[in-house]
Nanobody
Framework: QVQLVESGGGLVQPGGSLRLSCAAS????????LSWYRQAPGKQRDLVAV???????NYADSVKGRFTISRDNARSTVYLQMNSLKPEDTAVYYC??????????????WGQGTQVTVSS
């Protein structure tokens, strides 16, 4: 059974930090690109950061220099370190795993999400 379980969300003041974790099971974690998305109320789900095979990393412009994505294949876990948080970072954060098979079929898995609220 495939599972992606996020943790580490919560309430933090502006300028604070949080570290999100996503523990995966049920699929070959090291063969997947891993991402964090977020969705604020009334808005679409947007890509925050992605770490691809070979540790190729990309960030949304809005989080560059503040967020860091990393992965630990031995623990089947992906992390998102979030520093200098702003109220506009408030959203539900989702973990996502993706790969394209040799037959060009996309496989996608999603976590259930964890709430991050940045407020004084």
């Amino acid at each position: 059974q495939v599972q992606l379980v996020e943790s580490g969300g919560g309430l933090v003041q502006p300028g604070g930090s949080l570290r999100l974790s996503c523990a995966a099971s049920g699929f070959p974690f090291s063969s997947y690109d891993l991402s964090w998305y977020r969705q604020a109320p009334g808005k679409q789900r947007d890509l925050v950061a992605v770490i691809m095979l070979g540790d190729i990393i990309n960030y949304a412009d809005s989080v560059k220099g503040r967020f860091t994505i990393s992965r630990d294949n031995a623990r089947s876990t992906v992390y998102l370190q979030m520093n200098s948080l702003k109220p506009e970072d408030t959203a539900v954060y989702y973990c996502h795993a993706h790969r394209t098979t040799i037959l060009r079929r996309d496989i996608d898995y999603w976590g259930q999400g964890t709430q991050v609220t940045v407020s004084s």
